[in-house]
């Protein structure tokens, strides 16, 4: 889109906005539902954390509040319950004692294969009917966009 041109924000439903933010809080809906369907409590948020941490654990908690979108301080309340469920165990950095690493707990390591079939699931419903091709380019555009924004702060 080049400077010339306009972008219509009104009607609200219209904006991307918008469309991209009910997008999200219904996927999330959608994840919690479809793991409590399946017998796991755990939120959308919870899944975030365990993705990340799938990936590699051992990360600092305000990186891993960072990866997945999260403020420190929900991050710090999020934790010690995923703690007392078993899945991760925190310790202080040996080089900065400060601050706490991340780890998940052999729990942590078998939700995986547990939650991963669900998520694949509540995800193939939600994009069912769209061609591959236009997810892929959807995901192109909201990388761009994302750069855009980020680069602008």
Same mark, same amino acid.
């Given at each position: 889109m080049?400077?010339s041109?306009?972008f219509?924000v009104?009607p609200i439903?219209d904006?991307?906005?918008?469309?991209?933010?009910?997008l999200a809080?219904a996927m999330?809906?959608?994840?919690q539902?479809?793991?409590?369907?399946?017998g796991?409590d755990?939120?959308?948020?919870?899944?975030?954390?365990?993705?990340k941490?799938?990936d590699?654990?051992g990360?600092?908690?305000?990186?891993l509040?960072?990866q997945?979108?999260?403020?420190?301080?929900?991050?710090?309340?999020?934790?010690?319950?995923m703690?007392s469920?078993g899945?991760v165990?925190?310790?202080?950095?040996?080089?900065?004692?400060?601050?706490?690493?991340?780890y #998940?707990?052999?729990?942590? /390591?078998? +939700? @995986?294969?547990?939650?991963?079939? =669900?998520?694949?699931s509540?995800?193939a419903?939600?994009?069912?009917?769209i061609?591959m091709?236009? #997810?892929?380019?959807t995901? /192109?555009? +909201? @990388?761009?966009?994302q750069?855009? =924004?980020?680069?602008?702060?």
């Amino acid at each position: 889109m080049s400077a010339s041109e306009s972008f219509a924000v009104f009607p609200i439903e219209d904006s991307p906005g918008y469309r991209i933010n009910r997008l999200a809080r219904a996927m999330n809906l959608l994840l919690q539902r479809s793991f409590k369907g399946a017998g796991y409590d755990v939120t959308a948020p919870q899944w975030a954390v365990l993705s990340k941490l799938w990936d590699g654990d051992g990360v600092h908690q305000s990186e891993l509040a960072e990866q997945t979108t999260r403020d420190r301080h929900s991050m710090a309340r999020m934790l010690p319950v995923m703690e007392s469920r078993g899945w991760v165990r925190r310790k202080a950095d040996p080089s900065d004692r400060r601050l706490q690493r991340v780890y #998940l707990t052999a729990e942590g /390591r078998r +939700l @995986r294969r547990r939650l991963v079939p =669900v998520a694949e699931s509540a995800m193939a419903q939600m994009f069912d009917g769209i061609a591959m091709k236009d #997810l892929a380019c959807t995901l /192109r555009v +909201l @990388r761009k966009a994302q750069i855009n =924004v980020e680069g602008a702060e």
